[in-house]
């Protein structure tokens, strides 16, 4: 009888927590699927050089379950300011931040970054910082974008001894301009090209391209999205003579200006996988803190005017739809 | 093979006391509860097969709702698309000739009224020169029309329409840097110049963004079904995560899908078992594809399998608790019994067998009850008749000393009548008188020790006169035990023996003391003499061998006496006896001290008293 007692209570405590279990079950699956909040700081980011960009943002986010909110932005002029909006998004409840950082080198100062990011997690994205590795990033090959950039023209121009080159060699604080620059520089090594000048974002924003400079360069060299377009505005003035201009860049004035053969050759690194690259990673962060932090490179394209309407590179180039 | 048969009689023997150790209610409610569970189980798999199906059949015939709706949708827009490209052609192109006549204005007015879906309507000649184009814009230096895919297959097919695959409009430049991807409509056209026919191509560019919009909305729920369109060779032209296929980040089984026939179709893709219904869209070949996962039904169904487990539960606690009081009610009657007999194997016998419950638990009862009933009036007649026996016995031991008294007192009687001692013997009548009025006892058994004594002290005044006084005697009786009881006729046959094997053949003066006291419960009457005595072999023997030849007397013993003690007080009673030769020997009588009472009395004597 005893022994009855026992298998019975047994028994019913089973079922018991059978029943629990269901309960937990059903309940659970009436609740909202969670999202992650995360922010995202680029530099002017209304700009249409990030449409790309955002594209891959959206889809990743519908894709990860991630809540973006994508920081509207002016010029980021220093890391002072990326620390403030760091803060601000995470005191408005941010679990992670996607961040372009406009300067990559002052070791204290990114000390602070991570102290205002705390527990939230932060992701690179477009430039690297230096020492790379402290945060996870999500970038193009940048070194190897400057060298193509060294091949497309050393392939254009058989002749390069003697020839003057200008360089628009955008935020060389920024990391991945630098390395860009590397590139484009280690590759003209020998070729006999003679660097004339080459200046930075900063320079050029506060004084402008002298004629003197653009009357002596014979080919113009853009590393940066808003500096092709800046070579382009400077080329499409009647004063200035025309010259080959290799660039980067990927917004859709580029594209248009590539289409009408004012650019040789586009540099243009995919965008939406970068967007789309870096929300996955970063929920897969925010999902399973332990899972290890890894860089991840986007491709980009070489574009000259008579190859953009390639199937593969128009897929690339041009958003689907307006 | 010996330690293999005892194995197995091991385990046998264990399972079948494992088997007997569970309990009726036990062995009921496990069977019950099995077969509960087996029947619970099987109904609800049963129900959930057929909710899965249900819901598969349900979900198949809602996508392909859905498809058609979506089909019906895109195939009203390309219809369309192929009116405004009648329209051009038949409306305009065939009336004007275009040596002197425009059709500028009316293609405007075309363009205007459909902008919504299109980019731009051109007309080309067979040269790929452009004719007109709305909305009015530059072409392009390299526009080369002539060289594009749809030209060549409006030229080469120039009876029907031709669908292209999305590409990014390359003919007109658009100084607001905008690019439109676009699916160009194209046929063939005669163009009319100066009343001469000519073959032209006319393009109507259809905004991609109209069909993506189309589509999209069919890919609204949240859910993991989804549909994309390809064109008849499988080239994705919707799809919506096209960005991801075009940045490798995705993959679709499209150039697989486009050989299925309409209708529904299960496949394996990327480790992922997915149903697939295509539906073609008529006249361009192009397919719609609904894509579903099956994990799908499988989301669907786990708030349906969640609810299952919780009816088996629920089904399964009440099956339980039905059990439990359904076997209870079946086994509580049979178990009341058990424990009834139980009770009555432990020794108590007077408790009542279980009588009730069900007919056939009932008539066991009943059965079990008249058994028992039986077994205790047989025993009550073997107790009685045990008693009777003894009874008899003890009626025998007494009628055997009754002649044995009277033989020696009419014997010492005769002598002293012979001898003319007629004091003598007036005083050994009366004493005899008194011993028979004592030995009567009025029939009974037990008396009081006073009683004993006194009997005791009438036969020693005989004796004394018989042996003229060679020996002396002394009584010294603790009066507390006076009032207590004895069985008759104890004393004088032990004071018989001191005289016979004592002190009749002593040189001196024999002497007999007659002791009796109280000690803890128990008293002690004491005989002792300092006559003989005897060894202690003999004195071992004294009471236990009971057909001892004597030497004197009438033949009764020591240990008729102490199996009469015995016999009425129990086993721990009786004599005692110590003796060594030359130093004479005491017998000592046991008995219990009991108050005499009536009542006393006729228990001892009814053989209800053993102490």
Known sequence: MNKNRIYFGCLIAVVFAVIAYASYGMLNRRQPEKLYPVSVIVDNSSSDRWFAFREGLKQAARDHHVQLNIVSTGELPDLEEEKVLIEREKENGAQGIIIQMCESDKDKLLTQMQEAAGIVDILLVETDVEPEGVFPAVIPDNYEMGRMIAVSLKEDEKKLQGKKIGILSGNQERLSQKQRLDGFLKEMEGTGAEIIWEIGEYEVMQTALTEEQLQNVEILIALENDETERAVDYLLEPETPSCPLYGVGCSEKNVYYLDKKLIDVLIVPNEFHMGYQSVAVMAAQLQDHVAARRDSMVNFLVVRPETMYEEDNQKILFPLVQ | MNRARKIFSNKKSKYESRRRSYSIQMTISIS??????????????????????????????????????????????????????DAMYYSVIKDKDLGYESMGVEMNLLYEANKDNLISIACYTNEGQLVAAAPVANEKENAEAAKR?????????????????????????????????????????????????????????????????????????????????????????????????????????????????DGSHEEMFDGERRLITVKTISYTGWKIVSVTPMTSFQMGLKDMRFFMIMLIALSLLTLVVINQLVSGQIAKPLQKLNDSVKEWETGNLDSDIYVGGPIEVEHLGRALRATVAQIRQMMQDILVEQEEKRKSELDALQSQINPHFLYNTLDSIVWMIEGERYQDAVFMVTQLASLFRISLSRGKTVIRVEDELKHAENYMNIQMVRYKDIFRVTFEI?????????????????????IYY???????????????????????????????????????????????????????????????????????????IESAPDEGTTVRIHLPFVPYAEETRDKLEAGKQQI
Not at chain 2, 43 to 58: A, E, R
Not at chain 2, 72 to 78: Q, S, T
Not at chain 2, 189 to 211: C, F, P, Q, R, W
């Open chain 2, 502 to 576: 004592g002190v009749e053949h002593m040189d001196g003066e024999g002497e007999i003391l007659v002791k009796g006291y109280q000690q803890n419960d128990d008293i002690y009457i004491e005989v002792k003499d300092n006559g003989l005595g005897m060894p202690e072999e003999e004195v071992g023997q004294l009471l236990k061998d009971s057909h001892r030849v004597r030497k004197r007397g009438s033949g009764v013993g020591l240990i008729n006496v102490h199996n009469r003690i015995r016999l009425c007080f129990g086993e721990a009673y009786g004599l005692e």
């Open chain 2, 149 to 261: 895919e749809w030209f060549q297959e409006a030229m080469g097919q120039m009876e029907n329409f031709h669908f292209s695959a999305p590409h990014v409009q390359n003919l007109f430049d658009d100084p607001s840097y905008r690019y439109y991807w676009v699916i160009s409509l194209s046929r063939a056209v005669e163009l009319t110049n100066n009343g001469k026919s000519a073959l032209g191509v006319l393009l109507v560019d259809m905004n991609y963004s109209s069909i993506e919009q189309l589509l999209s909305k069919a890919n609204k729920a949240k859910t993991s079904e989804y549909l994309y369109l390809t064109d008849s060779a499988g080239e994705i032209i919707y799809h919506p995560k096209q960005k991801l296929i075009y940045a490798d980040l995705y993959q679709e089984n499209n150039l697989e899908a486009v050989r299925y026939d």
């Open chain 2, 478 to 498: 603790a009066p507390e035990i006076l009032s207590c009881c004895t069985i008759k006729l104890v004393v004088q046959p032990l004071l018989e023996n001191a």
């Open chain 2, 32 to 85: 019950f509860t099995i077969i509960s569970v087996c029947s619970v189980c099987f109904l609800s798999i049963m129900l959930y097969q057929q909710f899965v199906n249900k819901t598969k059949d349900i979900t198949i015939e809602r996508t392909e709702q859905v498809l058609n709706q979506a089909a019906i949708n895109l195939e009203d827009y390309l219809r369309n698309m192929r009116r405004i490209s």
